[in-house]
């Protein structure tokens, strides 16, 4: 740069004085030049407008609100915050969910008094995880998730971790219901139980887990009803259909895990309708 702003114009621009075109010249030059702008600082903090800014800087900081205790986010804290934040394990999902396993084992314990059937709790203790999975992470459920996506993992380890509290939370209110009751031996359930959440992650690496906990859900309440209404069809609690069950779960939890990445990619509500 070989011109620079003639110290006279210098101060009428500081003063407001410079026609505009030249004004406009003046700027230009200002956005490449260091040494003007320098020098223009200078100009400028020997003006008026110079002192009535650090007034109302010193006024502005003067009054800013004190800073509040921010506690630490240690590493327990952080994760009781990730967890809480899910959708799935706020108090409405648990008092949901404890309201249906005491529907449940009343509907058992009156059958049995009745001489009836019962199995409504072993029909329904297997699906109540997967209403919590569902809820927990995805695009349909969690408004946090496009930011979770954009995270190096996904989210991925956010929604192991919600997904082991929905079962830390479902499994003993449901084993409790079963017990009270002695109408779902929790030998007879667990496995599929977590074979269905399993299966819903598996699955909902490719569609989402809202919807594969819907399909698996809707399917497993159909044939549970259908087998325990045909005890000579062997039911999908034979006790030799344990074992099969295990598989299901161990195989479903080894697609989880090779899919992991998937999750961060699922279609937003927005781009699949
Ligand atoms: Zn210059």
New binding site residues.
Partial sequence: ?T???PENSLWRYVAGQLAEVDSWSAEL??ER?R??RD?LATAMAATPLAAVLDAVRADVTAHLPRQGAVRRGDKYRRAIILLAAGPGLRGAWSLAMAAVLLTAATLDVVSRLNGGLTGALLILAPVLPLTGVALSYGPRTDPAFQALAATPLGGFPLLLWRTTAVLAVSIPLATLAGVATGTARPGTWLLPAFALTAGTLALGSRVGPARAAAVLGTSWLVAATWSLRVPEAAGLFADSLQPAWFAVAVVCTGVVVLRRRAFALLPTPWETS
Avoid: D
């Fill in positions: 740069v011109w620079h702003i030059h200002l030049c040494p003007c020098r």
